[in-house]
Structure formats: structure tokens, C-alpha cells
């Protein structure tokens, strides 16, 4: 690969804020999500083409090198993100609230306004699990199991405590930082057979969703304390073998409400208590949190200590955009930028 990019600016787009980038190494080219269209670019910033027509809310992205494809959650609900996206695009949602995997063929993305229904671009798998915690009600009244609020993080990597093993697919919860709430100070991490997952993928039509889909094959919880909206991105690290991880700061008190934790991949799940009074499977922290904050729009890991993270900005013109830029890691400061390269 040639001489990485020490800045990569991602343009002024108008369908609201950076979500998250992915990156093809091999071939020199960066993806970005900004909520409602997917951007192709190279790395000297030149714009390829763009994926438009989602009506729900793309978040965290990560391309999978072994079938070139990008990975990104989306969203199809009714709370205060979808009502958003209603007035911005125009166009009102299906009554019911649905969460897929979009996988996406960026191959095919080779100019610009492509739609993500009509050019064979894109195809989504069903999360019926995220589904029923978004839509249930608990005996007391309360709405939403474990607070969650939907999915956003997403990230390829080997099942945690194996770093030898298949790639999956994580998917990460969002999760409500209400702060009245106790259930909500766990994060849960799902995981999804990527095989599975390309198998039961249907073309989009998000005016009335489908339910072709998968349960996941495992779920973790990872106890960061609370969040706000739950794990924003998330990243493995094959450097570390550590999966990165980058949220909102939570607002509970009795918490250090850290903006980035670190999951340490070499240690193998245990079995605990989460909530409810229920047992899951729990996942290790590397350490108890850093202050590092950046990562929540846009984090990539290329595998040798070097990392790209979003700096994201809007504009005067209400349009958003970002600086990605290039960081190393650093084992007593955790991530420093790399000013020349």
C-alpha cells in the first residue's frame, strides 16, 4: 500500500452528521456514512460515487476484506432519530420498527445517486431479536428490554478469547442513557454468522420492511457503565487483538462515564449475573476506561498501530462533514496523531 494519508477530508453533505468510516486497504479507498446516504471515495478524497434512498438511520460501517463488502447497521424506528429522518428526507416511515444489517456491494457503487432499493446495490437481513427488546414492555410499564434503543456499532473480527478463529459480525445495541433507569448500564454486543447473514438478505424496501433474518449466535454484555445511545462504533484491533469501542459519555453519577473503553479479545466470555436477574455471557474490559474522545463518528483500525479516527465538524450552511485522521498507538497515552507520515 502506498504512503497513507495523514488527512483525509470527506466533503459537505447535507443528510445529517458523520456515522462511521471503513476502509479497503488493498485498494486505497475509504466509505463514509452520513445517516442517510454511503459515500465511495479514494483516499486522496475524490468521491466515486454515493448510495442514497435509505430512509432509516445508517450508523457504525466496517468493510470485510474477505468479501470486499461493507457492513452497516440500520434503523427503521419510531423515536426521536426517526422522526428526524422523516422531516429531513420527506418521506414517512412503516408503522412498525424494523433493524437490519445492510450489506453492500461498493463494487457497484460507481457514480453518483445510486439508489438503495433500485440498483441492486444494497440488500438487508432482518434482526428480529433487536425487534422484540426495542418493542417490549416490561411488567412495570417500562418500554424497551435492557433500554435498547436499536443497533449502531458494527465491526468484523474473531469470536472474543479466540483470536484465531471465523470472522463475525458484531453488531453492537444502542441503548438508552436514561438515567432513572438500572438496566441500562450494561452494553450488548451480538454476534452474526457473516455466511448466515449474506444467505437470508433480501433487496431493501423500507416502506414495507421485510423479515427475512437471523438470530444472533451469541450475545454479550459488557458492563461500561452508563452510555448515551450505547456503543457508537466499534472496531477490532488485530494490533492488540482488543476490540475498540466508542460512545457517548453517559451522565449517572456514580459512574467515571469514560468516552472509549477497550475490550480485551484474549479472554474468553464468563458467565454472570447482568440484569434482571438473568445470566450472560460477559465480556473483559482491558482497562477501566480511557479518555480518548474521539471514535463515535468513524474509527478504523489498519493493523499495524495505526488507526484512522473522524473529527467531525458542521458547517455554516448547516452541512456536515469531517477530517479523517491518521493516529498511532501509543501504550501510555493510548492513540497520538501522526502529524507527518
Not at 52 to 64: A, R, S, V, Y
Not at 305 to 310: C, D
Amino acid at each position: 500500500m502506498a504512503k497513507i494519508p495523514t488527512t483525509i477530508n470527506t466533503g459537505n453533505w447535507s443528510e445529517g452528521h458523520i456515522q462511521g468510516i471503513a476502509v479497503d486497504k488493498k485498494n486505497e479507498l475509504i466509505y463514509y456514512c452520513f445517516t442517510t446516504v454511503l459515500v465511495k471515495a479514494k483516499f486522496d478524497g475524490t468521491v466515486i460515487g454515493w448510495v442514497k434512498g435509505f430512509i432509516g438511520h445508517l450508523g457504525c460501517i466496517d468493510f470485510n476484506d474477505d468479501d470486499g463488502k461493507v457492513y452497516a447497521s440500520l434503523e427503521l424506528k419510531h423515536d426521536s432519530i426517526g422522526t428526524s429522518i422523516e422531516k429531513n428526507t420527506g418521506v414517512k416511515l412503516a408503522s412498525e420498527n424494523a433493524f437490519y444489517i445492510a450489506i453492500i456491494d461498493v463494487d457497484k457503487i460507481t457514480g453518483p445517486d445510486m439508489d438503495a432499493e433500485k440498483d441492486e446495490v444494497v440488500k438487508t437481513t432482518y434482526l428480529p431479536k433487536v425487534v422484540e427488546w426495542y418493542d417490549a414492555v416490561l411488567p412495570d410499564g417500562t418500554p424497551h428490554k435492557y433500554a435498547v434503543s436499536g443497533i449502531d456499532g458494527t465491526g468484523v473480527g474473531p469470536v472474543f478469547g479466540d483470536a484465531n478463529g471465523t470472522k463475525k459480525l458484531m453488531v453492537a445495541c444502542g441503548i438508552y442513557g436514561d438515567n432513572n433507569r438500572e438496566d441500562n448500564d450494561f452494553n450488548i454486543i451480538m454476534q452474526y454468522d457473516l455466511k448466515s447473514l449474506n444467505e437470508s438478505s433480501l433487496t431493501p424496501s423500507q416502506l414495507t420492511p421485510h423479515h427475512s433474518g437471523i438470530e444472533p449466535e451469541e450475545i454479550y454484555f459488557l458492563y461500561t457503565g452508563n452510555t448515551d445511545w450505547g456503543i457508537q462504533n466499534l472496531e477490532y484491533d488485530e494490533y492488540t487483538g482488543n476490540w475498540l469501542v466508542a460512545v457517548y459519555r453517559g451522565h449517572k453519577e456514580q459512574f467515571k462515564n469514560y468516552p472509549f473503553f477497550i475490550i480485551d479479545g484474549k479472554v474468553k466470555p464468563r458467565s454472570e449475573k447482568v440484569t434482571y436477574g438473568e445470566t450472560g455471557k460477559v465480556l473483559t474490559l482491558f482497562n477501566e476506561g480511557i479518555s480518548f474522545n474521539r471514535g463515535t463518528t468513524g474509527m478504523y483500525s489498519f493493523g499495524d498501530g495505526l488507526y484512522y479516527f473522524s473529527h467531525d465538524y458542521r458547517n455554516e450552511d448547516k452541512t456536515f462533514a469531517s477530517n479523517i485522521r491518521l493516529y498511532k498507538f501509543d501504550e501510555k497515552e493510548s492513540f497520538l496523531p501522526v502529524e507527518n507520515n
